[in-house]
């Protein structure tokens, strides 16, 4: 057994001795997250941002701290006990979305949040406009499953909705969704057609894996003023743009 593991144990031990499981739903266990975590904070109240570490030395309020942090780990450890959520996994998970959404490009020495479509980005629509945004961007594949494969084992994208098996979309951080379909009609995989973009911390390692993997690799990688990029072939003949940020507009 492990530290955590002895320590998941004699919080169990110490809830089911007071009897306080039909107590601990999700909802007021998330709450008792929040409220501990703002005990924490008080212990910095008042305190300017430049003196909070030295703050934090001082024995007496170290101990409250301390104390504090015990709280928070505390319920956030019974949360994840009652919901079944492998804490470690949804770290692991979201510190992946974390590199997409903070490449290292943009955020190296910035504290600012990356844009969101909704409120950050400019809107360039003209007043009166009929387009409200971009409700997706889809290819045309020929064989769903083989062009999955790619997608998902490859690339490691998630599908989000499966309709029929012959649609299958992803939504991708920021708020875009990417779809495959065979039910294009009309429509067929083509690799001097319109190529969506997909973002990656390292077009390079990205380039290579696919091409160790058998891809093909149509362009580059190559740099442009803002920008290092490739084009890889999906499985399908679809043109794939790689893109990794380098500087803002």
Request: glycine content about 6%; some cysteine; charged content about 30%.
């Given at each position: 057994?492990?530290?955590?593991?002895?320590?998941?144990?004699?919080?169990?031990?110490?809830v089911?001795?007071r009897?306080?499981?039909p107590?601990?739903?999700?909802?007021n266990?998330?709450?008792a997250?929040?409220?501990?975590?703002?005990?924490?904070?008080?212990?910095?109240?008042?305190?300017?941002?430049?003196?909070?570490?030295?703050?934090?030395?001082d024995?007496?309020?170290?101990?409250?701290?301390?104390?504090?942090?015990?709280?928070?780990?505390?319920?956030?450890?019974?949360?994840?006990?009652?919901?079944?959520i492998?804490?470690?996994?949804?770290?692991?998970?979201?510190?992946?979305?974390?590199?997409?959404?903070?490449p290292?490009?943009?955020?190296?020495?910035?504290?600012d949040?990356?844009?969101?479509?909704?409120?950050?980005?400019?809107?360039?629509?003209?007043?009166?406009?009929?387009?409200?945004?971009?409700?997706?961007?889809?290819?045309?594949?020929?064989?769903?499953?083989?062009?999955?494969?790619?997608y998902?084992?490859?690339?490691?994208?998630?599908?989000?909705?499966?309709?029929?098996?012959?649609?299958?979309?992803?939504?991708?951080?920021?708020?875009?969704?990417?779809?495959?379909t065979?039910?294009?009609?009309?429509?067929?995989?083509?690799?001097?057609?319109?190529?969506?973009?997909?973002?990656?911390?390292?077009?390079?390692?990205?380039?290579?894996?696919?091409?160790?993997?058998?891809?093909?690799?149509?362009?580059g990688?190559?740099?442009?003023?803002?920008?290092?990029?490739?084009?890889?072939?999906d499985p399908?003949?679809n043109?794939?743009?790689?893109?990794?940020?380098?500087?803002?507009?």
């Amino acid at each position: 057994m492990n530290r955590l593991d002895a320590v998941m144990a004699e919080i169990r031990e110490f809830v089911a001795e007071r009897e306080w499981q039909p107590f601990h739903d999700p909802k007021n266990l998330a709450m008792a997250v929040a409220s501990e975590a703002g005990e924490l904070l008080a212990e910095y109240r008042w305190v300017f941002n430049q003196d909070a570490d030295a703050a934090t030395k001082d024995v007496e309020r170290r101990e409250r701290i301390a104390a504090e942090v015990a709280d928070v780990a505390i319920a956030l450890l019974l949360f994840c006990d009652r919901t079944g959520i492998q804490l470690f996994d949804a770290i692991q998970a979201k510190m992946a979305v974390n590199r997409t959404n903070y490449p290292v490009a943009h955020f190296r020495g910035r504290a600012d949040r990356p844009k969101s479509r909704s409120t950050d980005q400019r809107d360039s629509r003209k007043e009166g406009a009929m387009v409200k945004g971009l409700a997706f961007a889809m290819y045309p594949v020929a064989d769903l499953q083989r062009a999955r494969r790619f997608y998902e084992n490859d690339l490691g994208l998630g599908p989000s909705r499966v309709f029929q098996e012959a649609w299958v979309e992803y939504d991708l951080p920021g708020g875009a969704t990417f779809a495959i379909t065979t039910m294009a009609e009309g429509c067929s995989p083509r690799s001097d057609a319109a190529s969506i973009g997909l973002e990656v911390e390292n077009v390079e390692r990205v380039t290579e894996e696919l091409r160790r993997k058998g891809h093909r690799i149509k362009l580059g990688p190559m740099t442009t003023p803002v920008c290092r990029m490739a084009v890889v072939l999906d499985p399908e003949g679809n043109a794939l743009t790689l893109h990794q940020a380098t500087k803002s507009w």
